[in-house]
């Protein structure tokens, strides 16, 4: 069993920020359990864009208002408390957050912790040794 509460992973090599956003990864590819998932908060005011090329994401607002944007369509949809979305195609997208939006996200393959975003938003597929 693991057990861990987000906020010991505060300013530790769990907690990734951004100027626009935080991200405790509370399970991570060492884990070995086929996915990932992170707290993120998304910054009030704030524009983040994303794109994961390497990665199936699912992520769950679970606080604030905000707008999602799939780049490639165009198409925009609301995010509150109770959305989910899923970027089963690897969507661009972008996310503005009109008050600060809290999301649990899952990643798939699992992200590994060494992870950083290229100037295209993107992840590199890295994965665990055994």
Known sequence: ?????????NDTDRDIK???????????GKERVGFSLHDTVIYAGTTSTFHYQNH??????VQGKGTLTDLETGETYPL?????YLLNGN???TV???????????????VTGRETHDENG????IVEED
């Open 96 to 110: 503005v957050a009109e008050e600060e939006l809290r999301m649990a996200c899952v990643f798939n393959p699992p």
């Open 80 to 84: 509150s408390d109770g959305t989910m």
């Open 1 to 9: 069993m693991y057990v861990v509460n987000r906020d010991d992973l």
């Open 91 to 93: 969507e661009k997208h």
């Open 56 to 61: 199936i994401e699912a992520v769950y607002c």
């Open 122 to 125: 993107v992840y590199p597929l």
């Open 18 to 28: 951004s100027e626009t956003w935080r991200s405790r990864r509370m399970v991570l």
